[in-house]
């Protein structure tokens, strides 16, 4: 029986442990890719702001999307804020489909309006990531 119980407390640490290197190193993925897409918006590179912007919203849906899969990585007493996820994905999404409707020229915008609309859009998708960031973050 103790060394069930011995054994059951090691897995549950190392799977806690590896849930929050998974979160970590998912969130420097996103920062990494977010990078690239202000990186394609300041050079003018619109394929690569098309390119970027929409690997970065599968990884995004991926990581945030589901609601019990991101309170899974999260501390126990995080757990709760998992919905603050699932939001920071759906204003994503809204916003990574500005980007690319402006890229599409969906509205039949002018070019400088629809750089202003799809730059606006990524300082959204910013302050979605932050204000996530900031809910679930450790404390300091």
């Known amino acids: 029986m103790y060394k069930t ?12 442990s590896l849930m929050a290197y ?25 394929k690569g702001v098309d390119e970027s912007i929409k690997r970065f919203a599968k ?7 589901n ?13 709760n804020k998992a ?3 699932v939001m920071s994905a759906q204003i994503i999404s809204h916003n990574v489909q500005i980007i690319l409707d402006a890229i599409e020229n969906k509205h039949n915008q002018s070019g400088q309006v629809r750089r ?8 959204y998708i910013e302050h979605a990531c932050f204000r996530c960031h900031n809910i679930v973050r450790d404390e300091y």
């Open 5 to 16: 119980v011995v054994a059951f407390t090691l897995a549950s640490l190392f799977s806690s």
């Open 22 to 46: 998974d979160l970590k190193s998912n969130m420097l993925l996103l920062n990494a890719e977010l990078s690239e897409v202000q990186r394609a918006f300041i050079s003018s590179d619109q």
């Open 59 to 65: 990884h995004a849906q991926d990581l945030l999307g």
């Open 67 to 79: 609601k019990e899969k991101f309170a899974a990585m999260l501390p126990e007493k995080k757990k």
């Open 83 to 85: 919905g603050e996820a």
């Open 116 to 123: 202003e609309e799809a730059q606006r859009a990524y300082t």
